[in-house]
């Protein structure tokens, strides 16, 4: 079963967070709610989000303040934030959003399509990058499991296991090229791309460590770094 993704819905007045709810329940990811700046920091503690949809008028701890420290907290700091804002102050404002580290920032009314679109793209990133772990961590056990044989004078890593793990990989780098030609298609945000660049990078390290695996190819190779 496919594990769904974490949404993080932030802003001080119910009717809209009731509004975005009905806006991004068609992507079936499970949307949890912040009614502050506060909250929401105080979920993301214990949760991991694939995007937080951050109002930017609230009192007490605004929404620039609340992304501040969502960056500056090792977990947190790279979980894609939009802004979401019912006020314009022109492209100082907006620069301001961007400093603070978001990667998208939208003036109400907005679009219920579009931001369905953009939020989806991040979903999409962030259920790669799951898979993607998932595989170098079978891949790692693979690894150890093969050098604890060669110690003990035995066996080449296991084909079925190695055939499994291709296989998976397989449907994760396909997957990820399809999104790739999307962002493409689409001129999508440079934050996307750059992200989509690399989980690319990623499941070419982890490819070249698992075909290093197959026999007759020298043996393994060191794991591909995951950062």
């Not at 979980?79 to 492209?91: K, Q, V, Y």
């Not at 004078?153 to 399809?178: C, D, M, N, T, Y």
């Amino acid at each position: 079963m496919v594990q769904k993704a974490k949404i993080l819905l932030v802003d001080d007045r119910p009717e809209n967070l009731l509004a975005l709810e009905a806006i991004l329940s068609a992507l079936d990811q499970t949307l949890v709610r912040a009614s502050s700046g506060e909250e929401a920091l105080k979920a993301l503690l214990t949760d991991d989000f694939a995007v937080i949809l951050l109002d930017v008028q609230m009192p007490g701890m605004d929404g620039f303040e609340t992304a501040a420290h969502i960056k500056r907290r090792e977990r947190t700091r790279d979980i894609p934030i939009i802004f979401l804002t019912a006020i314009n102050h022109g492209p100082h404002h907006t620069f301001r959003g961007y400093a603070a580290g978001a990667v998208d920032y939208i003036s109400k009314p907005f679009d219920p399509w579009v931001l369905r679109a953009k939020v989806s793209v991040f979903v999409e990133l962030y259920m790669k990058n799951c898979q993607l772990r998932e595989q170098a961590a079978l891949l790692r056990l693979q690894l150890e499991g093969g050098g604890k044989g060669a110690a003990g004078g035995s066996k080449e890593p296991s084909g079925g296991i190695l055939a499994e793990l291709s296989a998976r990989l397989a449907a994760v780098e396909e997957q990820a090229e399809a999104l790739s030609k999307q962002l493409d298609d689409d001129s999508a945000d440079a934050a996307a791309v750059a992200t989509a660049a690399h989980l690319e990078r990623k499941l070419t390290g982890l490819r070249r460590a698992l075909d290093a695996l197959e026999p007759g190819t020298g043996g393994p190779s060191p794991m591909p770094s995951q950062n």
